[in-house]
């Protein structure tokens, strides 16, 4: 397994921006899919984007498509979110997951996972 860290999170006003990222140990970093996720409080954790292991193919949550971008860098071992035009909807906590056969968007598909990471967005 790779181990996860995420930072960047904060508090943000409606409207705005904020860059997660997600550092992985280990040296296959390269080969895993990687994904965030995100729980608001007192609902499921829901898919928000994933990242195939080249970074030419990327998948979105059609609650973020054209707000939020995924990236990657496989040199620095780093996936990153790039989040746009916040809206208080998005608050909740980010995780980063990591899987090396599945890149889809059920929980149960990832086997790493990140502490989390708050964004809070105010109205």
């Known amino acids: 397994q790779v181990q996860l860290v995420e930072s960047g999170g904060g508090l943000v006003q409606a409207g705005g921006s904020l860059r997660l990222s997600c550092a992985a140990s280990?040296?296959?970093?390269?080969?895993?899919?990687m994904n965030w996720f995100r729980q608001a409080p007192g609902k499921e954790r829901e898919f928000v984007s994933a990242?195939?292991?080249?970074?030419?193919?990327?998948y979105y949550a059609d609650s973020v498509k054209g707000r939020f971008t995924i990236s990657r860098d496989n040199a620095k071992n780093t996936v990153y979110l790039q989040m746009n035009s916040l809206k208080p909807e998005d608050t909740a906590v980010y995780y980063c997951?990591?899987?090396?056969?599945?890149?889809?968007?059920?929980?149960?598909?990832?086997?790493?996972w990140g502490q989390g990471t708050q964004v809070t967005v105010s109205s």
């Open positions: 990242i195939r292991r080249s970074g030419e193919t990327t």
């Open positions: 997951a990591a899987a090396l056969t599945y890149c889809g968007r059920t929980v149960h598909g990832y086997n790493s």
């Open positions: 280990g040296r296959t970093f390269s080969s895993y899919c």
